[in-house]
């Protein structure tokens, strides 16, 4: 047993035992000089937090440890709270609902916002307020907003991109987006504003597929909680760049859909059903086994002797056909 007494002296104290009245003096310094070099306090234990539980952050993001497979080290359970491994966006924007990752950034889609975050590199912002790219040790470095008050809302199914566009929907606003190079252009703008507004605050699911076979972004919106309805009722559109138009309407509902080798695949009641197959005669028109004739509306105004320009009409079929 000894106790401590207290002396003014610099960085040392004197143990004395109470058993048998020996005086330990204990010192900082090697060898006790004054200026002389401080003895280490040795290895540090792990402290652990034995209050923890969940912290579900919606507006945040957190990574993980890397695996090695040249060294089999994986250590992507680890998360470590002494590290800089969390990036947070504007609460105010909602919870986040789509991360994509397009070469060295990382595109994150909030509810009301859509903002880019550079990977593995940093942000630095020049006295014009211009910004340079520059190399650092964060995995996540500086998140940039996109211009313009749009979102994803809590449709992320909606989503589809091709090459560097990306296609995506705002519930909250009526409005049906595409992100480039050259920001976020709502696209819903081109002749079907009212539509997709009166469409999608009626949808309950909202799918959206890249055809990579006739190059269009296909939006599929389906309304099943309306009980006054007659069955499910949906409504398939698609959107094509070349003519920066809404260019058809089609007869088939899918619950979801890729392309893969310039192929274009849909699911429906489980299987997976290809397009533009003429495999066993299938006759065209024919979606999931049923058959359904094409039709072409014709919008005009009270000026008949008015001529009219359509320039997002296409005909595929037999030829001896004029339009």
């Known amino acids: 047993m000894a106790y401590v007494i207290d002396i003014q ?10 058993t048998n009245n020996k ?21 540090k234990a792990y402290v652990t ?24 080290i994986n250590q992507t359970n680890v998360f470590s709270a002494g590290e800089k491994i969390t990036r947070a966006v504007d609460p105010i924007n909602g919870s986040i609902q789509k991360l994509h990752a397009e070469d060295t950034n990382l595109n994150i889609f909030q509810e009301d916002k859509v903002s880019y975050a550079l990977i593995d590199k940093d942000a630095i912002f020049t006295a014009e307020g211009g910004n340079l790219t520059a190399s650092g040790a964060q995995v996540i470095g500086q998140i940039v907003p ?22 995506f929907t705002d519930v909250n606003r009526g409005a049906v987006l595409r992100l480039s190079r050259d920001g976020i252009t709502e696209i819903s703008a081109a002749g079907m504003r009212d539509f997709f507004k009166d469409t999608l605050k009626d949808a309950d699911e909202i799918v959206g597929m890249y055809d990579d076979v006739s190059d269009t972004y ?18 398939t559109v698609s959107y094509d760049e070349s003519v920066k ?7 088939y509902n899918p619950e979801a859909g890729f392309s893969i080798n310039k192929k274009f695949f849909t699911f429906k009641d489980a299987d997976i059903w290809q ?16 058959y359904a004739p094409s039709d072409i509306t014709f919008i005009v105004n009270q000026s ?10 296409n005909y595929e079929g037999s030829s001896g056909w004029i339009m």
């Open 49 to 72: 937090n034995e209050n923890y539980e969940e912290n579900r952050r919606s507006n945040a993001l957190i990574y993980s440890g890397i695996y090695n497979s040249r060294t089999d």
């Open 23 to 43: 005086v330990f003096v204990e010192e900082s310094r090697i060898k006790g000089d004054f200026n002389s070099l401080s003895a280490g306090l040795g290895p």
């Open 9 to 18: 002296f610099f960085n040392t104290f004197i143990l004395r035992s109470a």
């Open 275 to 290: 397009h533009y197959s003429e495999l066993n005669g299938i006759q065209k028109n024919t979606f999931y086994d049923t």
């Open 146 to 167: 996109y211009l313009g008050k749009y979102g994803i809302s809590k449709n992320p199914e909606s989503f589809a991109f091709k090459g560097n566009r990306k296609y």
């Open 245 to 251: 138009g809404w260019v058809s309407f089609y007869g």
């Open 304 to 313: 008949p002797s008015t001529v009219k320009n359509y320039n997002t009409i």
């Open 218 to 235: 296909v939006l599929n919106t389906k309304n099943i909680s309306n009980t006054n309805l007659d069955g499910d009722t949906f409504q």
